[in-house]
Nanobody, 116 residues
Framework: QVRLVESGGGLVQAGGSLRLSCAAS????????MGWYRQAPGKQRELVAIITSGGSTNYADNVKGRFTISRDNPKNTVYLQMNSLKPEDTADYYCNANVAGGTSLWGKGTPVTVSS
């Protein structure tokens, strides 16, 4: 059974940086796109960034230029480097992976809090 395990969340001051990691563990699998989503209190979950197995990326407009998504395919790991963090970036951040066969997997989430 495949699990996604996120790490790297925490508390940071505005203007600071954090790096999130998400590793897929379990049976050897083929993963297509991987991405990060976030959900702030009282709001819907939204896409932050996504990266294909070939390295193509797409970002939400409100994080472009500040966040960078990357992945290590042999390790089935995706990263999210977050710079110039703002209080409005405060949310629970969730890792997502689309596995060969069409299954979409989610991690349990890691909290990010940006203080002003």
């Amino acid at each position: 059974q495949v699990r996604l395990v996120e790490s790297g969340g925490g508390l940071v001051q505005a203007g600071g940086s954090l790096r999130l990691s998400c590793a897929a563990s379990g049976t050897r699998i083929s993963i297509n796109a991987m991405g990060w989503y976030r959900q702030a209190p009282g709001k819907q979950r939204e896409l932050v960034a996504i990266i294909t197995s070939g390295g193509s990326t797409n970002y939400a407009d409100n994080v472009k230029g500040r966040f960078t998504i990357s992945r290590d395919n042999p390790k089935n790991t995706v990263y999210l480097q977050m710079n110039s963090l703002k209080p409005e970036d405060t949310a629970d951040y969730y890792c997502n992976a689309n596995v060969a066969g069409g299954t979409s997997l989610w991690g349990k989430g890691t909290p990010v809090t940006v203080s002003s």
